[in-house]
């Protein structure tokens, strides 16, 4: 063998190497971030958490493009996209006196697009009907039948993105249109993991359907029975339930005597978080967003 060829195939050997070295580091620093995760949960700090989101968002952006086949990290993504947007910036869109209103909508809007896309690159990653399935709703059984209970974070926080996206544009067909998608993909979270995340996509079904009119295909007897089913499964200390129960279903019912005693509740609630530290974050955000709506409810009433 020639000296020149030698060199190439030792050149080509370091660089997949390399390569290989590279996506190992970032699929062991992906399992890293996700086994963390939980601690920011813990975590009741809001401003702290606020101002780490961001930074996490661009390192893990960077690590998907040194490892663009890596199926964990758009899942992770489309978790913090969904959750920044949700915790952060729809708070700042319901304060008055915070910021230009249309411009924060359209970063809502953009937040959780991004969110769902990485969503759809880690369901697709699960099974290549998602492709199609997630276009087309005639073909969205196919994609949900092929995943499992490993893919709930992804479908979750896919359907998460795609439900928020919905409420913030309820005057937007295209947005409506995307209604039974949400519905059948939370369905599907709930027959494969109804745990996951305290239950949540209980939350969503339950905005689905009791914050839209009657005409708009809104129900309130489906939205307290799935009202009745999170509290079911994460238990009365999960306050973001009642808060969301209050701003959406009792405001939609015009109900204001119970959608102030039940905001009140959950401010003067003590919750000894030292026995649910997962609650800490969720509940410090609960508390927030009942102290905002209490002092907008002349806005809603």
């Known amino acids: 063998m020639r000296f020149g060829s030698l060199l190439f195939l030792l050149a080509t050997s370091v660089s997949l190497s390399n390569c290989s070295l590279k996506t190992m580091a970032v699929q062991q620093m992906g399992e890293l971030v996700a086994s963390g995760v939980p601690a920011f949960e813990k975590d009741e700090d809001l401003e702290l958490i606020r101002d780490a989101i961001p930074a996490n968002l661009k390192l893990l952006e960077a690590m998907l493009e040194s490892d663009?086949?890596?199926?964990?990290?758009?899942?992770?993504?489309?978790?913090?996209?969904?959750?920044?947007?949700?915790?952060?910036?729809?708070?700042?869109?319901?304060?008055?006196?915070?910021?230009?209103?249309?411009?924060?909508?359209?970063?809502?809007?953009?937040?959780?697009?991004?969110?769902?896309?990485?969503?759809?690159?880690?369901?697709?990653?699960?099974?290549?009907?998602?492709?199609?399935?997630?276009?087309?709703?005639?073909?969205?059984?196919?994609?949900?039948?092929?995943?499992?209970?490993?893919?709930?974070?992804?479908?979750?926080?896919?359907?998460?993105?795609?439900?928020?996206?919905?409420?913030?544009?309820?005057?937007?067909?295209?947005?409506?249109?995307?209604?039974?998608?949400m519905e059948k993909v939370m369905e599907r979270v709930i027959a494969l993991d109804e745990s996951y995340n305290f239950g949540s996509a209980h939350l969503f079904l339950m905005l689905y359907y009791g914050a839209r009119p009657a005409m708009m295909g809104g129900n309130f007897e489906k939205a307290d029975a799935h009202y009745k089913a999170i509290q079911k499964q994460a238990g009365s200390d999960f306050l973001l339930a009642d808060v969301f129960h209050a701003r959406y279903v009792l405001v939609q019912k015009q109900d204001r005597p119970g959608f102030e005693k039940v905001l009140k509740a959950v401010i003067e609630k003590k919750v000894d978080t030292d026995k649910a530290p997962q609650l800490r974050l969720y509940n410090s955000l609960a508390k927030s967003r009942a102290k905002l709506y209490l002092n907008s409810v002349e806005d809603f009433f």
């Open 68 to 181: 663009p086949e890596n199926k964990q990290i758009p899942a992770i993504l489309s978790q913090m996209y969904a959750s920044y947007g949700f915790a952060f910036l729809e708070a700042d869109l319901e304060t008055p006196e915070l910021g230009d209103k249309a411009k924060l909508k359209e970063r809502i809007n953009r937040f959780y697009q991004r969110g769902q896309q990485y969503g759809e690159r880690a369901l697709i990653a699960s099974s290549k009907r998602c492709e199609q399935g997630l276009k087309v709703i005639a073909e969205l059984d196919s994609c949900l039948n092929d995943l499992d209970k490993d893919d709930v974070p992804a479908l979750y926080w896919y359907g998460f993105n795609v439900a928020a996206f919905l409420n913030r544009n309820m005057n937007s067909m295209a947005a409506l249109a995307q209604g039974p998608k």
